[in-house]
């Protein structure tokens, strides 16, 4: 399946072709290309494409690696229609500047829910006022420690 820049994708859809999100409903539901319609690759064999004939199909996700992977199978699915992949997925949408729908009352993704706050204890823990090894504080800590063991 061959790929396509976001401004060639862009003028395709002015002029009428649909475009896939084939993320998760969850990821689709937080960051979108406005009138992308969600069809995500885990259901994408139990649900029917309903596209216009002789109108262009594009399918996008976040970088463009999961249309990549799966372009096989997308193609299939797009029948007789003229089929593209967004070169760069989402990412390259916005780096060229053009619209995206966002919500941000929808959750983080569980990656981003995990790294944050994995983050923060990396980061305290490099700033956090702790005893520093060979500091008076450590030694007098330390000999607290092995008096109370005694």
Do not use: Y
């Amino acid at each position: 399946m061959k790929t396509i820049t976001p401004d060639a994708a862009a003028a395709l859809l002015r002029d009428g072709a649909t475009l896939i999100d084939v993320r998760e409903p969850d990821e689709h539901a937080r960051e979108r290309i406005p009138g992308a319609r969600n069809l995500p690759l885990s259901r994408l064999e139990e649900t029917a494409l309903a596209v216009q004939q002789g109108k262009p199909v594009l399918f996008h996700c976040r970088s463009g690696a999961r249309t990549a992977d799966n372009a096989d199978r997308l193609s299939a699915k797009a029948g007789l229609c003229q089929a593209f992949i967004l070169e760069g997925g989402l990412d390259a949408w916005q780096r060229a500047g053009l619209p995206v729908a966002k919500d941000r009352s929808q959750p983080l993704p569980m990656m981003r829910q995990v790294q944050r706050p994995v983050a923060w204890w990396c980061w305290a823990s490099c700033w956090a006022p702790w005893p520093r090894h060979g500091s008076s504080r450590c030694r007098a800590l330390s000999a607290r420690a092995s008096f109370s063991r005694a």
